[in-house]
Nanobody, 123 residues
């Protein structure tokens, strides 16, 4: 059983930056593909970014490409999401998720989830 705990959310002005972290425990972190999703009030949970179990492959939603960077440190059992040039439409609760080996973009196919961290971008 994998436990995921996100941190790093907060309130930031448009154009600013935040770095989210997701610490994993209880499993073999290096064998899991990791992803970030987000959910705004009244909206579906949407894919943001994913990274392969070794970290060599990454994939981004078009809405964040060029602004967000996903990375992982398998020695620290942690995945990160660096968010730059933030926009008000990035406001949401951000969740990290894990699944064995390969990443996908559907939230239905992830086995483990964190509790989420709020990101609010003011205009």
């Amino acid at each position: 059983q994998v436990q995921l705990v996100e941190s790093g959310g907060g309130l930031v002005q448009a154009g600013g930056s935040l770095r989210l972290a997701c610490a994993a425990s209880g499993g073999t972190f290096s064998t899991y593909a990791m992803a970030w999703f987000r959910q705004a009030p009244g909206k579906e949970r949407e894919f943001v970014a994913a990274i392969s179990w070794r970290g060599g492959l990454t994939y981004y939603a078009d809405s964040v490409k060029g602004r967000f960077t996903i990375s992982r440190d398998n020695a620290k059992n942690t995945v990160y999401l660096q968010m730059n040039s933030l926009k008000p439409e990035d406001t949401a609760v951000y969740y990290c998720a894990a699944r064995p080996l390969t990443y996908v973009t559907s939230h239905h196919d992830y086995d483990y989830w964190g509790q989420g961290t709020q990101v609010t971008v003011s205009s």
